[in-house]
C-alpha cells in the first residue's frame, strides 16, 4: 500500500514556547483526538464544560478582538478586521433568531446584551469620522 500523503499539525498552545511533536495525517488516528492538549501533570487545571453562555461570550470576545480590543494585556492587540467581526455578529444574530423561546432568561440576556455590546462598539468603528 502506498503512504499517505499529509500535512503536519503542531500544538502550540500553553508549550511555554516549545513546540510539541508534530502530528501528521498519517499517525493522527492513533492520537485521542488532534488538536486536544494533554494534560501535562497531574496538577491540570480543570476546564469548565462548554455552556451556551460561555459559547456566546467567546464568539463576542473574538469580534472584540477583531474590532481591536485588547482583552489580555500581556498579548499584542490584532490588527482591526470589521468584516469578519461583522460575520461574528451576523452569526450571532442568526443564532438569535434561531434559538427564540428556546434559552433560559440568563442565556438570552447573555445573548441580546453581547448583541448590543458588539452591534455600538461596530457602528462606532464603521461610521465615517
Known sequence: MAEEQGFVIRD????GGTEAPPVTASTAHTSTS????????????????????????SLGSSSLMLMGEQLDPQQP???VNLPQAKE??????????KTKGNLTSD???????????LRMKYVTLASPK
Open 12 to 15: 502550540r498552545r500553553a508549550s
Open 34 to 57: 488532534v488538536g486536544t492538549p494533554q494534560p501535562e501533570s497531574s496538577q491540570s487545571v480543570p476546564v469548565p464544560p462548554v455552556t451556551f453562555s460561555s459559547f456566546v461570550i
Open 77 to 79: 492587540s490584532m490588527p
Open 88 to 97: 461574528i455578529i451576523d452569526l450571532l444574530s442568526v443564532l438569535e433568531d
Open 107 to 117: 442565556e438570552q440576556t447573555v445573548l441580546r446584551d453581547m448583541l448590543y455590546a
